[in-house]
């Protein structure tokens, strides 16, 4: 029996794309075909083309960026994948639903309410289907804490208090690049917690119907740096300012990244910027920062419950807690996927000692030779009148907490149907972008303001 393979387009090949490519010429290959591709920087184009070339697979039809419409139709696309940025997805999910493709797109689907309407409308007229790509929904961890309150054991859910810390490395990251621009990311609250609103969305099977946020700028950008007397700053990361920090070589200063440093992020970034003038190495403490490194938000829900929900993005390690309250008793979760950051002897960041063994003493309690925190996951069941007891995690498979292998099977196998409701459709890009858009909105009017979940 032979499978017919279905045609995919990639729009956009910066960082995120490869798990996309990975899976088509990799493990999906029998029913996935890449056949066009496009970019607003070639280079980026030239460096996965090298890849390619390297494994000997054949190289997809070359497009620019306005050629949404003659790449679908020339090369008779089936499915459109979009790996841009943020602010860019409206009008590229609108107009390959419109020329005839579906679409799997990157979270968050968009980051206002213009950009939702504009997506509606396009779904509406063409008939066809988007997907957004919530791959925490996969990891087991929350998918076993989604199987605690779908088989009921906690009751009815009244309330979740979700907290997700971000460390100074991957927190960090969001203001180097186009990300600090709330009119191209949305800010944190849509772009990064679109993830974690989705979670809480599918946990209780509820939509969000109104949102109150407060935040602010409170560690990153140029006003907190001088109030901290950090002094002059470097505007970049990779290339030195003169000749003497040439001869210095590479920076000691853990805020600072140097793309020099990972030879992809210099493929892709560095080496690109001379198409588009791009930089990925901003200085984090630099101005022009216009996004929040504090919230707090509160979201009613339309069965009642309520959410609380905080996300700091200058944490000194990385994870998340999560409990969820219900009329029989409460389930929790807690993540620590980096225990900490550190800097060496030598000047550079030093991920998660805990993991290595020759990190004897760093960061360890008292007298007991273990660290304080480690990395690892914890999920805790307890029923009104019951002893709590541990829920066992099933391993994952590769990246977001062993959820990335699961995702890409869903969609390149376009299984919709599972026990757990994990494929999101549509209906779920957009409450858990809801949530961040009336949070935005909550923040400039300082009022509670209603969602546009559908």
Known sequence: MTTTRERYALIGTGHRSQMYLDAIVGPHADVAELVAWSDSNPG????????????????????????????????????????????????????????????????????????????????????RNVVTTFNYRYSPRNSELRRIVQDGRIGRVTSVHFEWVLDTVHGADYFRRWHREKEHSGGLLIHKASHHFDLVNWWIGARPASVYASGGLRFYGDVNAAERGLGQRPERGSVPDDAEAAARGRSS????????????????????????????????????????????????????????????????????????????????????????????????????????????????GAGTGRPVRSRGERLVLQRHWEEAEEVAIPEGVGGHGGGDAYLLRHLFDRITEDELGRPAGYDDGVRAISVGIAGNESLLTGRPVATIAP
């Open 44 to 127: 980026r184009i030239d460096h996965y083309e090298r890849l390619l070339a390297e494994q000997g697979v054949a190289l997809p039809a070359r497009y620019g960026p306005d050629d949404v419409e003659r790449l679908i139709t020339e090369q008779r696309v089936d499915r459109v994948i979009v790996t841009t940025p943020d602010y860019t997805h409206a009008e590229i999910v609108s107009r390959a639903l419109l020329a005839g493709a579906d679409v799997i797109v990157e979270k968050p689907l968009t980051i206002d309410r213009d950009g939702v309407e504009r997506i509606a409308a396009a779904v509406a007229e063409s008939g």
């Open 253 to 364: 200063d853990p805020f600072v990244l140097d793309l020099r440093d990972d030879p992809r992020l210099e493929s892709l970034y560095l080496d690109a910027e001379q198409h588009d003038g791009y930089l990925r190495d901003r200085d984090v403490f630099s101005p022009g920062i216009s996004i929040e490194d504090n919230l707090s938000v509160l979201v009613d829900y339309d069965g009642g419950a309520s959410l609380s929900y905080s996300l700091n993005a200058h944490a000194p390690w990385e994870g998340y807690r999560v409990a969820i309250n219900g009329t029989e008793g409460r389930a929790e979760l807690e993540v620590v996927e980096r225990a900490a950051v550190l800097v060496g002897s030598d000047g550079r960041v030093v991920l998660d000692p805990s993991l290595h063994a020759d990190a004897a003493g760093a960061g360890t």
